[in-house]
């Protein structure tokens, strides 16, 4: 159903008063957490709800800290890039960190027929070392990748610093 002809209280958005805005369309989020494991050719089962939300083609790239791999929807991708567009390009630290950035970056991917993700061998390297087995989690705009002895350590250290974390996020509501 395309959105004029959509109803609402008895009149399609089209005939709504001039100036009346649409409803806004709930953006994608991703969120759960899932064991799996990378095969012999390192590709990655994507759980069915994920591929859903990625859409047909989608993009494979470091977190922003290098500590994961991050897949994105192409529209989470292009919104992350004009981000780091606006950093400007004239500031050598945000070259350096860019450069290594887009050259662990792989836009244009898809899933094959079994729902697999093909995580190409440099980042593969790079990031998840020789590790084979991952956590494959929710990140609210994107899926993230991590080795499953990296998450286990990043539970751990959550739950140890959970009550200075809490505190701090009862001073932002505060504030």
Not at 77 to 106: D, H, M
Request: aromatic residues 10%; contains cysteine.
């Amino acid at each position: 159903m395309s959105l004029n002809s959509k109803e609402n209280d008895g009149q399609s958005i089209s005939e709504k008063a001039p100036g009346a805005e649409p409803p806004e369309t709930p953006a994608v989020r991703f969120i759960g957490s899932y064991n799996h494991s990378l095969d012999s050719k390192g590709r990655l089962v994507i759980p069915q709800g994920f591929r859903e939300k990625l859409g047909d083609y989608f993009c494979i790239a470091p977190s922003y800290d290098f500590s994961s791999i991050s897949v994105y929807p192409t529209e989470m991708w292009e919104k992350r890039n004009r981000t780091y567009e606006r950093l400007g390009t004239l500031n050598p630290a945000v070259n350096a960190y860019l450069e290594q950035f887009y050259a662990l970056s792989y836009d244009r991917q898809s899933c094959d027929a079994q729902g697999r993700i093909l995580l190409p061998v440099n980042i593969r390297n790079k990031i998840l070392n020789e590790e084979r087995d991952v956590e494959i989690t929710g990140a609210n705009d994107h899926i993230r990748i991590i080795g499953a002895k990296n998450s286990l350590s990043g539970w751990e250290n959550f739950r140890n610093n959970l009550p200075e974390l809490l505190q701090m996020i009862a001073a932002l509501d505060q504030g």
